[in-house]
């Protein structure tokens, strides 16, 4: 049975850094693409980036570029997604997804339930 599990989302404050983790079981994650997505409130759910397996390469929303990483320990069978310089606006659950394709956009065989981030002073 394939799970994917978020961590490390939380309250902070405008301006500050959290790193979330994708943990998959049942599922190799270095043999395919996987993306976070979010979706705040009342607005409908976005990709906020992507790493492929196939190359490697990473894309990001306009929105997050220059503040957001993602990447992959593949050992621990994990992706991260390190997000820095904190806006309000950055406030949604985020979600890993992954599926049967090696190049971005993943494909969404895959959900983990989402963890919640919070901006906010």
């Known amino acids: 049975q394939v799970q994917l599990v978020e961590s490390g989302g939380g309250l902070v404050q405008p301006g500050g850094s959290l790193r979330l983790s994708c943990a998959a079981s049942?599922?190799?994650?270095?043999?395919?693409?996987i993306g976070w997505f979010r979706q705040a409130p009342g607005k409908e759910r976005e990709g906020v980036s992507c790493?492929?397996?196939?190359?490697?390469?990473?894309y990001y929303a306009d929105s997050v570029k220059g503040r957001f990483t993602i990447s992959r320990d593949n050992a621990k069978n994990t992706v991260y997604l390190q997000m820095n310089s904190l806006k309000p606006e950055d406030t949604a659950v985020y979600y890993c997804?992954?599926?049967?394709?090696?190049?971005?956009?993943?494909?969404?065989?895959?959900w983990g339930k989402g963890t919640l981030v919070t901006v906010s002073s």
């Open positions: 997804a992954t599926g049967y394709i090696r190049s971005c956009p993943p494909r969404g065989d895959y």
């Open positions: 049942g599922f190799t994650l270095d043999y395919y693409a």
């Open positions: 790493i492929s397996s196939s190359d490697g390469s990473t």
